[in-house]
């Protein structure tokens, strides 16, 4: 049985800033941003290309080699990515020990009096 962290995901999510070159075609190669990652997928910020749900990329990020990816969702400028293949937890944890950044958490359990 696997268990679930939160928001429902399989694997954990890491923040992180990494630049990355995405590829729709062959002859179509552009950079993005990747402002989290996990062994199932990315979230790409900002830039100024369009997605299509469904839609088939390639990503080159650090020293991978290309990581085939499907647009799962778009969203206020955000791109929401499955990798085709999971990428190995060692792996996701490498990147997130380069590329991480701090992210901190509100504790929604303290009440506000």
């Not at 939160?6 to 179509?28: F, I, Q």
């Not at 900002?46 to 778009?74: H, P, Y």
């Not at 955000?78 to 701090?102: H, N, Q, T």
């Amino acid at each position: 049985m696997q268990v679930r962290d939160d928001c429902g995901r399989l694997t954990s999510r890491h923040a992180v800033l990494l630049e990355a070159r995405c590829r729709k075609s062959s002859w179509h190669v552009f950079g993005v941003e990747l402002a989290d990652i996990s062994e199932g997928g990315c979230c790409v910020v900002g830039g100024g290309e369009d997605f299509t749900s469904g839609q088939r990329v390639a990503l080159r990020m650090a020293n991978l080699k290309a990581v085939e990816a499907e647009v799962r969702w778009i969203r206020e400028g955000r791109v929401g990515m499955a990798f085709l293949k999971a990428l190995p937890k060692a792996v996701i944890e490498d990147l997130a020990e380069r590329y991480g950044i701090p992210v901190m958490r509100r504790n929604l359990s303290a009440v506000e009096s």
